[in-house]
């Protein structure tokens, strides 16, 4: 006889507590072979195919596209088709259990969270003045660029008027109505902005919509700008030792440890040095704490196949070898390209850079990667003729340049301590290894 089975979202990585349902690939009613993708799952910037734990026939889909699903809850319920029992358990770890849930209701099994919803008529006048945001909430708002002034305006269902996932997921269906509240005092905040009602003229023409990774980057972008003050510094860096020594190194180094070693590599590892001596540009901002990270994690911006991008961490990279950040740089840039890198492959990075360079572009002016305090971009390196300075003479040489710059967040980054890392990052890659291979 067969056993009707639960199919559960399972765990995709460190930290990722919830993903949206994409596409289902298996309908009602058809039957699939263990191992058939059943369904694509999307979480952060990386699309996850998940696949059935056992053969069988799909019998009914618990969640619909577009569903926000808590890891560990139960998507689907299918029919084995071979008769034999099999358990289909959730995950065992903290992380995947976590289940969202009020104080009055303790529920047994994750369950999803719907985006369907009742609507709720509520005056603007409505302000909860004991407002409690859990962090789950806080990372809600900071993903829809909701104030605490309008989160406060939406209606509370939890216990003593906690704020419930629901009941933001229930606000934002409903076109968030209050998102352009003002002052809770009711009178008008003559400081605030208020955003023109300019009718633009957008012309005519090719209308693409954005794809889910393109609007979730447009999202991130506008937060960065809107959140931290962005400050660019400029610095210019003779890099002829480095490729001086890349040129002689490349083809040993490969031939000796079966990696290529590009430029990312180098800018990681001098990127890594540099942070050692300017601990303070390795943070992010918690209201009014600065959180000095204890990791160095250096991000690289890297692009996809689609066009856009993604940004890949390089974990520790302080405490690797050249040959050991190459070695990631070389995986993670190769998974990028096929489209396969994993969650873990993008989490927890405390630092960027962005090599604008790789586009033919001289310098670049980028935005912060939240919540990071400060991104770099390396330019295109370039040959010309300079002026050097040797023994109080003066002569012209032909030298490889290359410009830096240094996005920073002004709130908890001054101009010295911008200045200051930036000069190293250059002094570091002016001197290149005295190690041959």
């Not at 002569?395 to 001054?414: A, K, N, T, Y």
Request: charged share 25%; with cysteine; proline share 5%.
């Amino acid at each position: 006889m067969a056993k009707t089975m639960d199919f559960l979202l399972p765990k995709m990585g460190e930290s990722i507590t919830e993903g949206t349902i994409l596409n289902w690939l298996v309908q009602e009613g058809e039957a699939f072979e263990e191992g058939d993708i059943l369904v694509e799952v999307g979480t952060d910037k990386v699309d996850n195919e998940v696949p059935a734990p056992a053969a069988g026939i799909m019998s009914k889909h618990l969640c619909a596209n577009g569903d926000v699903v808590e890891i560990g809850s139960v998507i689907a319920q299918f029919e084995e088709s071979d008769g034999s029992v099999k358990t289909v358990a959730a995950p065992k770890s903290a992380e995947s259990n976590k289940v969202v849930k009020s104080e009055s209701s303790v529920s047994k099994q994750p369950k999803p969270v719907k985006t369907t919803s009742k609507t709720t008529s509520v005056s603007n006048s409505y302000v909860n003045q004991d407002l409690f945001v859990s962090p789950l909430i806080d990372s809600m708002a900071r993903k829809n660029h909701m104030s605490y002034e309008e989160l406060a305006r939406i209606p509370a269902t939890g216990h003593e008027g906690r704020l419930r996932k629901s009941d933001v997921v229930n606000y934002i269906n409903e076109g968030r109505p209050f998102q352009f509240a003002q002052a809770v005092n009711n009178e008008p905040d003559p400081t605030a902005y208020r955003i023109p009602q300019l009718k633009l003229d957008k012309g005519t023409g090719t209308i693409i919509k954005m794809d889910r990774m393109r609007s979730m980057i447009a999202d991130h972008m506008v937060y960065s700008k809107h959140t931290s003050p962005h400050v660019t510094a400029y610095v210019e860096a003779d890099l002829t030792d480095l490729v001086n020594w890349r040129n002689k190194n490349k083809a040993p180094f490969q031939e000796k440890y079966d990696e290529r070693l590009t430029f990312t590599p180098l800018f990681v590892d001098a990127v890594a040095r540099a942070i050692k001596e300017y601990p303070n540009i390795n943070a992010s901002v918690d209201g009014s704490n600065i959180i000095v990270k204890e990791n160095i994690n250096v991000g690289m911006a890297t692009a996809l196949p689609s066009g856009n991008l993604i940004v890949p961490v390089v974990k520790n990279a302080d405490q690797k070898s050249l040959q050991e950040i190459a070695a990631d740089v070389n995986r993670m840039a190769n998974l990028a390209r096929e489209n396969k890198l994993g969650g873990d492959d993008i989490k927890g990075g405390t630092f960027t850079i962005s090599n604008v360079g790789t586009f033919g572009s001289l310098m670049g002016t980028p935005i912060i990667n939240q919540p990071e305090v400060a991104i770099l971009a390396t330019g295109i390196i370039k040959k010309r003729a300079e002026v050097m300075t040797k023994d109080g003479v003066d002569s012209i040489e032909i030298r490889s340049m290359m410009m830096l710059s240094l996005s920073f967040d002004h709130r908890v980054v001054d101009g010295f301590l911008g200045g200051s890392f930036l000069k190293q990052v250059a002094l570091n890659l002016e001197a290149a290894p005295d190690k041959d291979y």
